[in-house]
């Protein structure tokens, strides 16, 4: 029989290096499971042990502030959306079926506050609309003073409109023109061609606009506390108000497992819809064109003009407002002078009261630094094992893969609340603060690396070595022009999302460790015209900071990473 001359040595030979294999593997995935097992799984483990106890279930108190926060978060969120897409609707029509001057100067524009710190989109409608705006100290008796409500709804519209842009603007700028053509030789008007044609067709790009922009709105806590303050009670806001102001544990839990839960279900029906919006339409070349009948150039001109200005005012203010003194500081009655001023600035670099516990804001900016560089050097160790495992998926990649993802699903404050109930005392610790960074910033990474890794064309090694390159060799001919751009970019996101991080942070933060949103919230709530013009001055370096990295992102972006 052929089994009978089968060689058993070859199988004893072949099966070490599988086994290696298997190990090596595993090996790969051990720091990053040990990361996640001790700072996400744990805390979201003691989290639920505090919130499925009987005592807080059912008392009526926890029940009926949940249940209010719950409709509170509802409400606020179903307005912002609507007014999101009242604005990015029109928008979207306009960047994919019109042509004109500017516009990819606009586009980017609309793009630029997705990618800002919460607190930067805060502090820029600050710098307008609040009782230390430019708005009203300019137009002091002007009969509209938007309440913070509103304030709050606006900064939503402008943090979320790109999205509304981006998803259903690719979806209308793919419609076959033949549907439309049809439709009209057939004797249908306009609203009957959108009604029955593109409307049905755009409907999953829509509704997966309208989760994602729902679920940004859900989630909001920065815009919400700096622009209203703890009376607009949302989950988010209530959990921290539980968590650190009136102290009550249990209830900051079972928020944030509400939170969670629902935070799931619009990521798996987001999941499924976006599934659709890829399959919907195949790629086609632009169909967009000048605006040619009267109609549609009012059109484009008035709506390209208020887009120009509803994204670029905001942005603007913020350093104008940060050099220019517009009111009195504390004690201050005739000496003051108004107008051009670099005090601000000037002033994040003075101890003016020599307080022992004052911790000057130029301090902070470079704890956010310090932090920032921690987290980058966490990030990659961590992110390039697992990326390079996934690269070359197996069923032990496919098993764990989805795991990676879950911290984006849970709140930056329930992550704070999480470390305060698993480490207690511990998290006066500073390094805490870079462990949370890290674990929003590492699915970032990860997804930033895996692409590049898994593109090295194999045969272009084998190719080197056969010329006699030696390993080092081939690793700076091959690999190395590929993964230096690659691990950049991914550097350069978990340097950006550690600079502006503010929930997590304000939860697990020490008053001798502030970062720069945070001081910047701190300078917020405090009264007279040098704080209020140095939270304008902090706020505006980090705009800068947040900009800077997101251009080298956009020049180092390797094909297709960076998209989760």
């Not at 509304?164 to 439309?180: C, Q």
């Not at 606009?209 to 729902?214: I, N």
């Not at 279900?265 to 819809?273: D, E, G």
């Not at 709530?525 to 800068?544: D, E, I």
């Amino acid at each position: 029989m052929k089994s009978e001359n089968v060689d058993h040595s070859k199988y004893k030979w072949t099966s070490v290096p599988v086994s290696l294999f298997t190990n090596l593997r595993v090996y790969l995935w051990l720091p990053t499971i040990l990361f996640l097992l001790s700072f996400f799984f744990y805390p979201l483990f003691k989290i639920l042990t505090l919130t499925f106890n009987l005592n807080t279930l059912t008392d009526p108190n926890n029940l009926l502030i949940s249940s209010n926060s719950l409709l509170f978060t509802f409400y606020q969120a179903t307005l912002s959306t609507l007014l999101t897409f009242t604005l990015g609707l029109p928008a979207a029509i306009l960047f994919s079926k019109f042509n004109f001057p500017g516009k990819s100067l606009l586009r980017a524009l609309t793009a630029v506050p997705f990618m800002l710190p919460t607190v930067v989109v805060a502090a820029a409608f600050n710098s307008i609309f609040s009782p230390r705006g430019l708005f009203s100290f300019f137009f002091p008796s002007f009969i509209i003073h938007p309440s913070p409500f509103i304030l709050i709804l606006i900064a939503h519209t402008f943090y979320n409109t790109s999205i509304v842009i981006r998803i259903v603007g690719n979806a209308i700028s793919r419609l076959d023109p033949k549907l439309e053509a049809s439709a009209r030789s057939l004797g249908a008007d306009t609203f009957h061609v959108w009604k029955d044609v593109i409307l049905p067709i755009l409907r999953p790009s829509l509704l997966a606009a309208a989760l994602l922009v729902f679920m940004f709105d859900f989630t909001s806590f920065g815009v919400i506390l700096l622009l209203g303050g703890s009376q607009f009670a949302t989950l988010e806001v209530e959990i921290y108000i539980r968590a650190l102001q009136l102290p009550n544990l249990n209830l900051a839990a079972l928020l944030s497992v509400i939170q969670l839960i629902f935070t799931l279900i619009f990521s798996i029906l987001y999941s499924r819809t976006i599934n659709q919006v890829s399959t919907q339409t195949a790629p086609r070349f632009s169909q967009a064109r000048p605006p040619k009948t009267i109609k549609e150039k009012i059109f484009v001109t008035t709506l390209a003009l208020f887009l120009s200005s509803f994204f670029f005012l905001p942005l603007i203010s913020l350093p104008i407002r940060s050099l220019t003194r517009l009111e009195a500081d504390r004690g201050q009655r005739t000496e003051v002078q108004y107008g051009f001023t670099t005090d601000y600035y000037e002033e994040l670099f003075i101890n003016r009261r020599g307080s022992l516990f004052y911790v000057p804001p130029v301090q902070a900016a470079l704890n956010s630094l310090g932090f920032a560089g921690i987290t980058v050097i966490l990030s990659l160790a961590l992110g390039y094992p697992a990326a390079y495992a996934l690269a070359k998926p197996t069923r032990l990649e496919k098993f764990l893969d989805p795991f990676l993802m879950l911290p984006l699903g849970a709140s930056a404050v329930m992550m704070g609340l999480g470390f305060i109930l698993s480490f207690g005392r511990l998290i006066a610790s500073p390094f805490f603060i870079p462990i949370a960074h890290t674990l929003i910033a590492l699915p970032f990474v990860i997804r930033t690396l895996q692409p590049a890794l898994a593109s090295i064309p194999e045969r272009l090694r084998q190719a080197a070595s056969t010329l006699g390159a030696s390993p080092l060799r081939v690793w700076q001919t091959v690999d190395f022009p590929i993964l230096s751009r690659a691990t950049l970019s991914a550097a350069t996101f978990a340097f950006t999302v550690s600079l502006g991080e503010f929930g997590a942070t304000l939860l697990i933060t020490r008053p001798e460790y502030p970062t720069i949103p945070i001081a910047i919230s701190r300078f917020l709530s405090q009264p007279g015209g040098l704080n209020y013009g140095q939270a304008m001055a902090m706020a505006t370096v980090l705009m800068l900071l947040t900009t800077l990295s997101i251009l080298l992102i956009e020049k180092l972006r390797f094909n297709n990473a960076g998209e989760l």
